[in-house]
């Protein structure tokens, strides 16, 4: 038996990053829907935002190193996958690794574009290195908001597919992701 057949499940960090970008990528899609109607007399309306960007930045993190990862150690094996199944998980994974990439950029990018830092949970600032102009911040606005909401159309069919991986097909493909 080779070591890449007996490689069943993908490696602990893996599973570490995964799990941990997971619950922050839904978290910060329902705070951004949130935050965007808060009220200015609401006690959240100052501590939401910047909660969520030091949020959004801790995503952009673990999607780095998620990404190094993918590129270090060898995914398992699995047979059983049909070759639509292996096609369309590829291109999930892609939208997915782009989205947490490049979603927390352009956040980056139009809360930035005066010239003001981010503070990360107010302990250190990542200084505007992009003083760009109002088209740029309005382009940047439009694509952190229909990006994230369609990586949230994404992450409902990717989540659908493990479960069903996991409870029809009764597969390692979720079991894979967990131990
Ligand atoms: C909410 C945001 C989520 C993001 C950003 C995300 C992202 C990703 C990425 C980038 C991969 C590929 C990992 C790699 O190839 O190294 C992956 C794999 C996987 N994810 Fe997610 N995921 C999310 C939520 C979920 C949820 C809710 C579930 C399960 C209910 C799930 C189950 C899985 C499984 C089982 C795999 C492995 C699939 C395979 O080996 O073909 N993910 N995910
Ligand atoms: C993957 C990470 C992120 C996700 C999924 C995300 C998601 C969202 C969503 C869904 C909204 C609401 C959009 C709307 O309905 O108008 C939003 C708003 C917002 N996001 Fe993010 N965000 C992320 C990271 C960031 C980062 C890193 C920053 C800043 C550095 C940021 C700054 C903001 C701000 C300031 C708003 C409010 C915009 C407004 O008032 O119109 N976000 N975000």
Not at 22 to 33: P, Q, R
Not at 94 to 117: C, D, E, H, K, R
Request: proline share 3%; aromatic share 16%; glycine share 6%.
């Amino acid at each position: 038996m080779t070591s890449e057949i007996k490689k069943k499940s993908y490696s602990l960090s893996t599973k570490l990053l995964h799990w941990l970008i997971a619950g922050h990528m839904i978290g910060l899609i329902v705070s951004g829907w949130w935050i965007v109607d808060l009220s200015f007399y609401s006690s959240w309306y100052y501590y939401a935002p910047s909660l969520h960007k030091s949020f959004g930045a801790v995503v952009f993190l673990i999607g780095l190193l998620l990404l190094l990862n993918k590129f270090r150690k060898r995914p398992p094996t699995l047979a059983g996958h049909t070759n639509l199944e292996k096609l369309a998980s590829k291109f999930a994974h892609f939208l997915l690794f782009a989205s947490v990439l490049t979603i927390p950029i352009s956040g980056y990018i139009f809360t930035t574009f005066t010239g003001q830092n981010v503070s990360i949970f107010n302990t250190f600032n990542i200084p505007a290195v992009f003083v760009t102009s109002e088209k740029i911040r309005d382009l940047a606005i439009e694509f952190h908001i229909y990006a994230s909401y369609g990586i949230a159309g994404v992450v409902f069919v990717h989540a659908g597919g493990a479960l069903k991986h996991h409870f029809l097909d009764k597969d390692r493909t979720l079991r894979r992701m967990l131990w």
